[in-house]
Every structure is written in C-alpha cells, then in structure tokens.
C-alpha cells in the first residue's frame, strides 16, 4: 500500500498513542486506511510486549573492559603520526621543488676579453691585411681588433670596404675579422661584388649579405658558421646590419671571375 | 502521542545529580541506586542491540563499570540518564559489529512449542524477535530506545548524538526496515 508521507507518519503516531478519539477521527476521515492502521498498532504493542526485563544484580565494577575499537591513546598517536608524516611529505615535496630551479650561483668573473698580446695590437690589420683577395680588388679594410669586440663572436664588429671583390672573400674576411669559422656549403654561387660595412656585427653582415645574394648563415656554436645556399631563417640572432654590397656585373670580354 | 514521548522528569534528573555528586565524594551506595535506577533499561539496550540475555548481562556490567570509572568526566550540566544511555548505545552497537550475531537462520518450529522468552517474558510474536535480529544494530538500538525505554525523541536524540528532528527521521526510517522484515518473515 502506497501511503502519503504525511498519512504515514499520523498512522504511526496513531497506533503507539492509544488514543481513541483521535483514531475515531482519522479512521472518519480515511476509512481506506483501517485495517493499515491496525496493523501497524499490533506491531508496535508486540514490539514493547517483548521487552526483555531482568532483576538487577549488584553492581560489581568489572576488572577489565573488552575493547571493541581504538583506544583514545592509541587514536591520538595514530593521529600524531599521520601530522607528522604530512609535515615531512610537504617538507620534502618543498625541497624537492626547489632544488630543481637552484638559484643561479654568483659566478665571480674569472675571464674577460682583455686586448690581444701586445704584438697582435702593434700590427694594425690595416698594415697587415688578413688575407690577400684572390681578384683583384682592393684591400679590405679589416675591422677593430679582436681584443676591443663584443663577448659574443658572431656579433663581433667587422669592417669590409672594397670596390671589388668575391662573396666568398668577403665571407672569409669577416670570419678572420671576428674570429669564426666559416664554412660554405657546395653549391655556394660566388660573385663579384663591391661593398662597404664599417663595425657592423659580423652575423648581422652575413645575414644581410645572404638576403641579397641566396644564402643563409647558420650558427653552429663554438664560434662556427655554415653558409647553405639559399634563402632563410638560419640564424638565431636576425641581426641586420647597415652597409652596402652590391654585385658587379662583369663585362662579357671575359674579365668576370 | 503516548507517554513514551511526554518531557523527562525534572526530579529525576535533580536526584541523579545528587547522586553522582555523592559517587563522586566516595559514597558507593549512591552509584549501586543508580545502578538499580537504569539496570532495567540498560539491560533492554544491551538485549536489543545483542539479541542475547547472557550478552547482555555482561554487557550492563561493562557498561556500568565504564560509567563509573568515568564519572568525574561527567558534564553535571547535561542529564546523566541520557549520558548513560549513549554509552550504553555505542557500547553495545560496537559489540554487535564485533560479534555479528544473527538469529535469522532460527527456525519459527523453535517458537511453536516454547513460546515463552527466554527472559521469562511470555512472547506474544516470535516474529518479532527473528525481525529484529536481521535488522543492523543502530535500527535495533533506536526501536530500542523508543519503544523499549520509551524515551521521547529528545533523549533518543541526545542518546545518538543527534537533534531530536534527525532522530524522528532516523525512527521513521528504521520503523520502515523493520515493518518490511516483519512482514517478510511473518508471511513465510
């Protein structure tokens, strides 16, 4: 029988009241109810008709009491065990963290760029020409010495002036003039160019040197560059520099190179 | 509504403080009136709960023990009936747990011929009994309380640990239960 929650709890209060009236009421009421209610007011009287009763004996303090859970002190050790071992994983998840972004360590210098032995200074590269072009052109002007140029190699200033002269020299030049090692690819397509650039970075000169000409400058670490024939985003540092190259066509009467 | 639920006697629970007043000064014979006070309804916890007379026996006499080693934790402001019978509740129920003893399996043939309860008290409904025992031991302490010791909802409230609203809710529900087992065993 489905009774309503609001039904089912006056019957219930019903049967354990014993109250007459009131039944007489609600059975008036609901009528479709009788025989649940007087089932229930049967189960509630067998259910105090069988309360158990026992004559007391004296009261004798017991010598021991069964434990049927934890302790107290047993629960607040487990307790303090269970904060403690929080704290020491927060602890060492905290150290843990933090050793993996040490603090940079203050490295006093030990090296600076200082000037070149004081022979390499008494021969200015203008004296001395680093190299001696194949073609000819005229000197290249070779730029600043290496003792006075930035820490970073390739962005070591250079200085290239000539009227005429190959790619390639002027490729080796800068590397002479900033201390690195290039290297052209096969395939490199030389030319005979004029150009003027006066303390540019030397990666900078390349890179506007291979957006003219097809190439592309890559950085290879160690103070080493590989020069790829073609056009491209090769080096890291997109460094341009302010100068001037432009080819020259050679005549056809067989003076180009 | 029945008397079962009508408010505690404000005389009792003056006496019980006197009582425990003079447990507490070294005067045992004020605890043995205790004792004797609530041994009745105790043992009808610790027998409702337990579903055994013998279990029960020693249970009351735990439970009296705990109570009186602990007297001096007593709050006076709270009522010592009502502190007693939460013990007596928690007590038994983790028992129960501990021995897990269902009288489910008891054939009804065992109650044919010997009607009688095994506490001398004619059984008017032996289902009652076989009912009871498949129902968990918080529900049996609660039908317990309630219709056994006639608490009002109040006491059954403070005997729990809970509100006296939570505990009309809890009635309902475990009256439910047992009215379904009632009913299951009494149509087998």
């Not at chain 2, 928690?90 to 054939?107: D, E, F, G, M, T």
């Not at chain 2, 529900?173 to 009913?183: I, K, L, N, Q, T």
């Amino acid at each position: 029988m489905n009774v309503p929650r609001e039904i089912d709890e006056l019957m219930w209060e019903i049967a354990e009241s014993h109250d007459e009236t009131i039944e007489k009421q609600f059975v008036a009421r609901y009528p479709m109810y009788v025989a649940e209610l007087d089932m229930r007011r049967k189960l509630i009287g067998d259910l105090k008709g069988s309360r158990p009763t026992r004559e007391p004996a004296i009261f004798v303090p017991s010598a021991e009491v069964r434990n049927f859970g934890a302790s107290r002190l047993t629960v607040a050790f487990m307790a303090a065990i269970l904060v403690a071992s929080f704290g020491f994983a927060s602890y060492a998840t905290v150290r843990f963290l933090t050793s993996r972004n040490p603090e940079a360590p203050i490295v006093p210098p030990t090296k600076t760029y200082e000037a070149p032995p004081a022979q390499f200074s008494q021969t200015p590269i203008e004296a001395e020409p680093q190299f001696l072009p194949k073609s000819n052109s005229e000197e290249v002007v070779g730029g600043e010495p290496l003792s006075a140029q930035q820490t970073d190699p390739y962005l070591r200033k250079v200085t290239l002036r000539s009227e005429k002269t190959t790619l390639v020299d002027v490729i080796n030049e800068i590397g002479a003039q900033a201390g690195l090692t290039i290297t052209v690819a096969p395939g490199f397509v030389d030319r005979t160019i004029f150009i003027i650039y006066e303390d540019q970075p030397a990666i900078g000169v390349l890179n506007d040197l291979g957006r003219k000409y097809g190439f592309t400058p890559f950085e290879q670490g160690n103070q080493e560059i590989l020069v790829i024939p073609a056009r491209g985003s090769g080096s890291i540092k997109e460094t341009g520099a302010a100068g001037v190259a432009n080819e020259i066509k050679e005549e056809s009467n067989g003076q180009a190179e | 509504m029945s008397a079962a639920h009508d408010s505690p006697n404000a005389r009792d629970y003056d006496e019980d403080a006197i009582l425990v007043e003079r447990t507490l000064s070294g005067d045992q014979a004020s605890f043995q009136t205790l004792f004797r006070r609530y041994h009745d309804k105790v043992f009808a916890i610790a027998r409702g709960v337990l579903l055994d007379s013998e279990e029960a026996a020693d249970a009351v006499q735990e439970i009296f023990t705990l109570v009186y080693r602990n007297l001096r934790r007593f709050d006076r402001r709270a009522k010592f009936s009502t502190w007693l019978f939460r013990i007596a509740v928690n007590r038994s129920i983790q028992q129960a747990r501990k021995i897990k003893k269902l009288r489910h399996n008891v054939p009804l043939s065992d109650f044919e011929e010997a009607p009688f309860h095994e506490d001398g008290v004619p059984a008017t409904d032996p289902n009652i009994e076989v009912a009871m025992s498949r129902l968990n031991p918080t529900d049996r302490a609660l039908l317990t309380l309630v219709y056994w010791d006639e608490l009002s909802l109040q006491e059954v409230g403070e005997s729990l640990g809970c509100s006296a609203n939570a505990a009309k809710t809890r009635l309902f529900r475990s009256r439910e239960r047992f009215r379904a087992v009632y009913e299951e065993v009494s149509n087998r």
